[in-house]
């Protein structure tokens, strides 16, 4: 009888067994090579944004993170991803966001890379969108929700008002009902109390050790890199990164890209995007609201890990189209409060390194769509970026974080009213 | 308690695996031990219907209760009597629960009744068989503690295979000797594996990678000669496969826990879509629903028509069970458009099969049959199932109507 057992569910166990001695064993399954950190870099992947595996060795490599959304794909050849290939830049930019990542996403991959980035730098593109008054939509988050970035969390977080902070709004916005002892030790954290002993070590020694190696195994397949973006990019460059020639070029790309429309919107967005309801949209946005948001305390979350962490930030602040703007009703003046609002909450902490383009929505091919930087936009980018990605380590940097930007208070107060805030 | 739908996360398998183990221990020396199997269902009816599914269990035990007393009811009667009339109340008393839930929706868009339950159908046919099974006399009393143990058989519930009750009580009373259980356990996992590939693999690829693609694809190609497009056409390919990997892994699990059980639940797929015509592929896809619709809906029908002279054509006989057969399962899927046209175009398949297959036998001489006649008629009869899973899958109503 034992023989037959054996016979059949021998191949079972052996398996089972070595599948649990492979996901719990400390080795480091498959170290990415240069080529998928290059292909990484431009892929935009969900997994590559919510592993660690990849990141960690990109920022000890010569990458620096670019931190954003949607705009990030918008790869023309002025795109940084281009223009770091074609003039050899140092170091080049990961890109890091997806339509649909905000901070709080931002805030957790950031954290998950630990001391990787540990005086180093690391450039962030804000996005005005973001700040919507109910914040990150929770199926969004959920989608680029990462349990193996919130074990590290709830390992190595200590308690603070932010740590707290962050737990509740993890609590608030995954549906996850699957992993109870996840959502108790987050429960934990959100009150301030210390992991249980069996938390800590389920955590530590079962749940982590599964997801890295699923990490490690699986998030470097299955992604895509942009080299064709890239190829046709670097075709239209000029040989030599001159000024001029560079912004003719942007504006040479941008004109016929964008003939097709009053806007000065890519042509091809703007058949499938915008016309079909392009009346509808008329006068649409004029009650947008980018002022008041919990979306204000989740970008401090990023601050926190970037102080304590000594990271030096360029921050990049774009614009919205001004024409499209004008046709929807979107405010300028609301625009320029929510830039008086964020451009305080950062320099008032020392994060004073910032390319403000808030009022270049008029400029001419600046703009590839409605919200999203193309040409001439990213050369602007470009030519303060060049100079800061020159070395990859920060000098000294001094901030002077505050808990107060985690309130409530701070999130609604209107871009006008920042001055009585205390 | 986490609440665990059967079969759907690896939680699930390991539970399963370590709450048979001592059921495996008992059955091959020889032990069934009636309790603990109790106590292992209990659990896994709590983990299905628990937390925020507690309505549905609620309503569950009110089913089994009232359906139990209708059977019990029903049995005491036919000890004495054998009214048609009484018979026919009963089956409309067993199938009024499923009739309210099926109803609701429709008359109220949007919201559900709340006597439904994960599985509702699946229970309905169970007592429907019994009471049909007592009036013929094959079923003679009723008995309380296995009619339980065979409506809430847990490696089922959800949905099917739909076993019969002789059968069950047959396989539950007894033990299988050795030889004949490692075998059963053999299998067992061999259908788990099985299944493993067909839902978490290939269901998934289909299911959850293509399908969005090819409908999004349909959906943005809308405009032509009712909306036909390749992204259409895509759609009707991957949803079939998606349809039959995800339900054949799912039908594997429940027979595959059932035979660690000791309880040979029928299978419920057998290569259907090797299936030469479309008579062929009812005896091979969900085999159990067919078996059940043939013997409890098609003979019984064949058999009153016969008997009541209300007609002696042969031909038209079939016909007309066939149409009553696949209207009443596309109603049972539910009320709307699509699935009843998805019954009516099996009605009328089969149909026209039935003339073809006896034009062929008259004219054996010269109608060519070899193995290549037979290929083109497994890929013709794949393509036409696969354009009525369209038609089932609803997705023609999001598109011409939404």
């Known amino acids: 009888m034992f023989k037959r057992l054996w016979q059949i569910f021998g191949p079972v166990l052996v398996a089972g067994l070595c599948l649990i001695a492979l996901l719990l064993s400390p080795l480091q399954l498959g170290r990415p090579s240069e080529k998928t950190l290059s292909t990484a870099a431009t892929s935009l992947s969900a997994n590559v944004l919510k592993g660690e595996a990849i990141k960690d060795v990109a920022f000890n490599a010569n990458y620096i993170p670019m931190i954003g959304s949607s705009e990030l794909s918008r790869m023309d050849a002025l795109h940084p991803s281009v223009m770091a290939n074609k003039y050899n830049w140092q170091n080049k930019p990961f890109l890091l966001g997806a339509p649909g990542t905000q901070s709080l996403t931002h805030f957790l991959s950031l954290q998950a890379t630990g001391n990787h980035l540990n005086g180093k730098k690391a450039v962030v593109v804000i996005s005005p969108q973001w700040f919507v008054p109910q914040g990150v939509k929770p199926e969004m988050f959920d989608f680029f929700y990462s349990p193996l970035q919130t074990t590290y969390f709830l390992i190595h977080a200590k308690d603070s008002e932010s740590t707290r902070y962050a737990a509740k709004r993890i609590l608030e916005l995954t549906s996850d009902t699957t992993n109870g002892i996840m959502r108790d030790a987050l429960k934990n954290k959100a009150l301030g109390i210390p992991l249980t002993k069996t938390q800590k070590v389920y955590i530590n020694n079962v749940k982590r050790p599964t997801l890295q190696h699923q990490d490690q195994l699986f998030s470097q397949l299955f992604i895509r890199g942009r080299e064709q973006e890239l190829r046709k990019g670097l075709k239209v460059l000029p040989r030599r990164p001159d000024n001029m020639r560079l912004d003719q070029v942007a504006t040479e790309l941008g004109q016929k890209a964008t003939s097709d429309n009053p806007f000065g919107i890519q042509n091809s967005f703007y058949e499938k995007r915008v016309k079909p309801n392009v009346d509808k949209l008329k006068g649409e946005q004029s009650h947008f609201n980018y002022e008041s948001s919990p979306e204000f305390a989740d970008f401090q979350l990023m601050l926190d890990y970037f102080a304590e962490h000594k990271v030096a930030v360029q921050f990049i602040i774009p614009p919205v189209n001004a024409r499209w703007a004008a046709y929807t009703g979107l405010s300028q003046a609301m625009l320029n409060r929510f830039d008086k609002k964020i451009q305080y909450q950062l320099k008032t902490q020392g994060f004073n390194n910032i390319v403000d383009m808030t009022n270049d929505g008029g400029e001419q091919f600046f703009m590839q769509d409605t919200i999203h930087l193309g040409w001439r936009g990213w050369l602007k980018v470009d030519q303060r970026l060049q100079p800061f990605m020159k070395t990859k380590k920060a000098k000294a940097v001094h901030y002077h974080t505050t808990n107060d930007f985690l309130s409530r208070d701070w999130q609604n107060v209107s871009g006008d009213n920042i001055d009585e805030f205390d | ?402």
């Open chain 2, 1 to 402: 308690m986490p609440n665990l739908q059967p079969y759907a996360n690896p939680n699930y398998f390991l539970i399963l695996g370590v709450a048979l183990m001592p059921l495996v221990i008992g059955l091959l020396n020889g032990k069934r031990w009636h309790i603990y199997e109790t106590l292992v269902s209990l659990l896994f009816l709590i983990l299905i219907f628990d937390g925020d599914k507690v309505h549905q269990g609620i309503a569950l035990i009110g089913y089994v209760l009232f359906e139990g007393a209708l059977i019990w009811g029903y049995t005491v009667y036919r000890q004495k009597h054998n009214h048609t009339w009484l018979f026919d109340l009963a089956v409309i008393l067993a199938i009024m629960p499923l009739v309210i839930v099926k109803f609701v929706p429709f008359l109220n868009p949007g919201s559900n009744s709340i006597l439904g339950f994960l599985g509702i159908s699946y229970l309905t046919f169970k007592s429907v068989g019994m009471i049909m099974e007592t009036r013929d006399g094959s079923i003679k009393k009723f008995e309380p503690w296995l009619f339980l143990q065979f409506m809430l058989f847990f490696p089922t519930i959800s949905s099917g295979p739909i076993d019969r009750y002789r059968r069950f009580k047959k396989d539950y009373l007894k033990v299988p000797d050795r030889d004949h259980y490692l075998d059963l356990l053999g299998k067992a996992v061999h259908n788990f594996m099985l299944g493993f590939v067909y839902k978490f693999m290939l269901g998934y690829l289909f299911g959850t990678v293509l399908l969005p693609k090819v409908a999004h694809l349909a959906m943005a190609s809308r405009g032509g000669f009712l909306d036909i497009s390749w992204g259409l056409v895509g759609y009707m390919y991957v949803y079939s496969m998606y349809l039959f990997f995800d339900f054949a892994g799912y039908s594997l699990f429940a027979v595959a826990t059932s035979y660690v059980m000791g309880v040979e639940t029928p299978i419920n797929f057998n290569k259907p879509f090797a299936s030469p015509n479309i008579k062929e592929f009812w005896n091979r896809w969900h085999m159990t629903l067919s078996f059940w619709f043939r013997d409890y809906i098609y003979m019984r029908l064949v058999f009153f028509l016969m008997k009541h002279k209300i007609t002696k054509n042969k031909v038209l006989i079939a016909n007309l069970g066939y149409l009553t057969l696949f209207l009443l399962m596309g109603f049972w899927h539910g009320l709307t458009w699509y699935y009843i046209v998805y019954g009516l175009f099996h009605a009328i398949w089969i149909i026209l099969t039935d003339v073809w297959l006896r034009f062929k036998k008259k004219h054996k001489a010269h109608i060519i049959s070899n193995r290549w006649t037979n290929y083109l008629a497994i890929f013709a009869t794949f393509n036409t199932v696969c354009l009525s899973f369209l038609i089932f899958s609803g997705f023609l109503d999001r598109l011409w109507f939404h």
